[in-house]
C-alpha cells in the first residue's frame, strides 16, 4: 500500500461511504430511498468539489442531505490527508514518517518538515474565510429569508465556495442575485482565495505582518507565490474581457443589464469557472465562442495546494516559459530569473499529456453513449467534470446512466490527479542507474 494508493482509496472510501449517507429516506426531501445511480453521482461531485448535479440540491435533499453534501465538499476540499491528519491531531496522536510523506504528497510540498504546523494553518485558514463569507452572506439571506434559513444558505453557500465546489440551493444556481454586490463579490472572493493556495495566503499573511509590525527582514516572496498571483490576475483579467465582450450583444446573457452589472457578471463567470461551479448567467445560452472560452480557463484551473482542479496555473506558466525559451533559443527555462528544474518540466507535460488524454477518452465514450448530444455540450460537460468545475450547459440531468458513470470516474480522476492516480496503479518508480546515448529527433 503505496502513499498514492492510500490516498486514492481515501477518497474512493469518502465517496462510497457519501453515497450510501445520501441513498437513505433521511437524505432525501420526500423521505423515500435515493437512486443509488443519483446519490453515487452527488457524492462524487461533492468529495471531487466539482458541483455537477442531476436533481436540484435545495428541493430534493433534506436539511441532513444538504448538511452531508457540505461535508463531504469540506473533506474533498481539504483532501483526503490533511483532514485525516486533522483528525488524529484532535485525538492526540503523533505522526510518523509515512504519514508526513502522504501530506507531502497529498499538499505538493517540497519538504516533510513543519507537517504538523501547516495541517493547522490550513485548517485555522479555512475555518477564517469560511466564517467570514458566513457573516457577510447572512447579510443577503436572512433579511430576505429569515434567521434560520438564511443562516443555513450563508453556511451552506460559504463552504461550497471556499471549496470550490459549486453547489447551490437556489434552483437558478445564483442568477437570481447577479445584480447583488455583496452575494457575487463575497462568493467569487472566497472562490480566489480558495483556489489560489494555502501556502500563497500564508505567504501574504506573513508578509503583511512584517510590514505592519515593521519588520527590517521582510519576507521575501517564493516563487509558488509569484507564479500563481500572477497566473491568476492575468487569467481573471483575460477571461472577464473575453466573456464580456463575446456575450455583449447576447440578449440571452446579459438581458438588460446596466454596465456595471454585466461587467460584475462577466467577472463572477470568469472567476467561478476557473474551478467553481457556480453560475450567475444561463451557461446554455451562451454562444459557441464563450463556451470554448470556459473550456479553457476550465482545463486551466485553480492553483497547486487550493482547493481547485483543472492542470494548474503553474503548470500553464511551466509549459508558456518553455515556449518562449525555445523561441529564444535558449537551453534552460526560466521563471522570475530562477531555472525551472527538468523533472518539472516533464512533470508538467505528463500531467498535460494526461489530462488531455482523460477529456478525450471520456468525450469520445459519451459521444457513443449519447449520440443526440451535441459535441461543443458533451465537451464543456466533460472539461467541467474532469476540472471540478461543475458548469454545465444543462445536460447533467438528461444523460444516460453510463454518460454518468463516465462523468463521475472523470471528476474523480481530475480530483485525485492524473499523476497520483498513474502512481497508485503503476507503484512507485525505481530508480535506474542505466543511462542511454542521446540522439536527435525532428520534432514539430
Not at 448538511?67 to 483528525?87: H, P, V
Not at 429569515?146 to 440551493?169: C, K
Not at 510590514?211 to 527590517?216: F, L, S, V
Amino acid at each position: 500500500m503505496t502513499v498514492a494508493r492510500t490516498i486514492c482509496l481515501g477518497f474512493v472510501a469518502v465517496i462510497l461511504l457519501g453515497a450510501i449517507l445520501l441513498t437513505m429516506p433521511f437524505s432525501t426531501g420526500n423521505g423515500n430511498w435515493n437512486d443509488p445511480i443519483v446519490a453515487l453521482f452527488t457524492s462524487t461531485s461533492a468529495v471531487c468539489v466539482t458541483g455537477l448535479a442531476v436533481v436540484d440540491t435545495g428541493t430534493e435533499f433534506s436539511f441532513l442531505g444538504q448538511l452531508f453534501i457540505a461535508l463531504l465538499a469540506q473533506i474533498g476540499g481539504l483532501g483526503y490527508m490533511t483532514t485525516t491528519t486533522f483528525l488524529m491531531l484532535l485525538i492526540g496522536r503523533k505522526f510518523d514518517l509515512r504519514q508526513k510523506v502522504a501530506i507531502q504528497q497529498a499538499l505538493d510540498r517540497p519538504g516533510m518538515s513543519g507537517s504538523t504546523q501547516i495541517i493547522r494553518s490550513i485548517i485555522a485558514t479555512t475555518l477564517l474565510f469560511e466564517i467570514t463569507g458566513v457573516f457577510l452572506l447572512m447579510i443577503a439571506f436572512v433579511p430576505e429569508k429569515g434567521w434560520q434559513e438564511g443562516t443555513w444558505l450563508a453556511i451552506f453557500h460559504s463552504v461550497s465556495a471556499w471549496n470550490n465546489a459549486g453547489f447551490s440551493l437556489f434552483k437558478d444556481n445564483l442568477i437570481g442575485y447577479q445584480s447583488s454586490p455583496l452575494v457575487i463579490i463575497t462568493i467569487g472572493s472566497l472562490i480566489i482565495f480558495g483556489g489560489i493556495g494555502y501556502q500563497v495566503i500564508l505567504d501574504m499573511y506573513l508578509w503583511l505582518r512584517d510590514r505592519i509590525i515593521k519588520k527590517t527582514s521582510c519576507l521575501v516572496f517564493s516563487l509558488d507565490f509569484k507564479v500563481a498571483t500572477s497566473t491568476t490576475l492575468i487569467l481573471l483579467v483575460v477571461g472577464t474581457i473575453a466573456i464580456f465582450l463575446i456575450e455583449l450583444r447576447n440578449d440571452s446573457i446579459f438581458g438588460q443589464l446596466n454596465l456595471s452589472d454585466k461587467l460584475l457578471v462577466a467577472w463572477f463567470q470568469s472567476v467561478s469557472t476557473r474551478t467553481a461551479g457556480f453560475n450567475s448567467i444561463d451557461i446554455g445560452k451562451m454562444t459557441n465562442a464563450g463556451l470554448f472560452i470556459m473550456i479553457a480557463l476550465m482545463f486551466i484551473g485553480a492553483s497547486p495546494g487550493g482547493t481547485g482542479g483543472g492542470i494548474k496555473t503553474t503548470t500553464l506558466r511551466v509549459l508558456t516559459s518553455c515556449t518562449k525559451a525555445i523561441l529564444q533559443g535558449k537551453e534552460e527555462v526560466l521563471l522570475y530569473n530562477r531555472k525551472i528544474a527538468i523533472s518539472l518540466i516533464l512533470k508538467a507535460v505528463g500531467v498535460v499529456f494526461g489530462s488531455l488524454a482523460t477529456v478525450i477518452v471520456a468525450t469520445v465514450l459519451i459521444s457513443i453513449t449519447d449520440p443526440k448530444l451535441a459535441f461543443i455540450q458533451i465537451l464543456f460537460e466533460v472539461v467541467s467534470a474532469f476540472g471540478t468545475v461543475g458548469l454545465s450547459t444543462g445536460i447533467t440531468a438528461t444523460i444516460s446512466t453510463a454518460a454518468k458513470l463516465i462523468l463521475i470516474l472523470t471528476m474523480y480522476i481530475g480530483r485525485v490527479g492524473v499523476l497520483l492516480l498513474m502512481s497508485s496503479i503503476l507503484g512507485d518508480p525505481r530508480p535506474s542507474r542505466i543511462h542511454y546515448p542521446e540522439e536527435n529527433l525532428l520534432v514539430g
